[in-house]
């Protein structure tokens, strides 16, 4: 079955900095979600990515997909408070829809 | 109003007592997920269904069982609870008809067992 393995586990930086969060999969990533969590609550889809060199932005979030390495990186350019939560990345296992998650990167930034 | 409801949010139960988790949507998405959460652990699939009569066992459906009793419902059972259930609880919708293939998520149903 396919594992995802995310790092850091868990990251506290100081508010207008930038972070990275990384994504390593055992198998060929045939899709790869990322999403957020706030504490104690439901996951809110972020973006998804498919192709190999792929990289889409949402406000100051960059997602980018090395299908070659079967990893995904998150960039948070000067976070925010509003960006504390947890981040999880997904995988689809060949185009079915059932996605397995990583463990998840839990996110505090200080003002 | 929320698409994806869960109820109940929050659950205390004992040991051996049969607990029952619905899920209901509005998207009028086909594809309906049940997941658990435990810390450190992320999300673990425990069963899924692409349609009213396709229903799969996912990662961890041991202890489980689930019914699609119309396309807009899915419920989670646990015929007798036992502490290692107690966890955080999602349910989730997508659509098989194109666009992102995200997946849509409840508020969770947190469970625990004594």
């Given at each position: 079955s396919q594992e995802l393995e995310q790092s850091p586990q868990s990251l506290i930086v100081q508010e207008g900095k930038n972070l990275t969060i990384n994504c390593t999969s055992s198998k060929t990533l045939y899709g790869l979600y990322w999403y957020k969590q706030k504490y104690g609550e439901g996951l809110i889809f972020l973006m998804m990515l498919q192709k190999g060199g792929e990289e889409k932005s949402h406000e100051k979030i960059t997602a980018k997909l090395d299908e070659k390495k079967q990893q995904s990186s998150l960039h948070i350019t000067a976070?925010?408070?509003?960006?504390?939560g947890i981040y999880l990345c997904g995988a689809d296992s060949g185009g079915y829809q059932k996605v397995t998650f990583g463990t998840g990167t839990k996110l505090q930034v200080i003002p | 109003d929320a698409d994806v409801t869960q109820t109940p949010r929050n659950r205390i139960t004992k040991t051996g007592k049969r607990i029952m988790l619905e899920c209901s949507q509005t998207?009028?998405?086909d594809r309906m997920y049940w997941y658990r959460q435990d810390p450190g652990l992320g999300l673990q699939l425990i069963y899924y269904s692409f349609d009213v009569k396709d229903i799969n066992k996912g990662e961890i459906s041991d202890g489980y069982s689930v019914s699609r009793?119309?396309?807009a419902k899915f419920s989670l059972s646990l015929e007798s609870a036992i502490p290692n259930q107690t966890a955080l609880y999602f349910c989730a919708t997508s659509t098989?008809?194109?666009?992102?293939?995200e997946q849509f998520f409840g508020p969770g149903t947190r469970l625990t067992v004594l």
């Open positions: 976070s925010q408070p509003s960006h504390a | 998207k009028g998405h009793q119309a396309q098989s008809s194109g666009g992102n293939n």
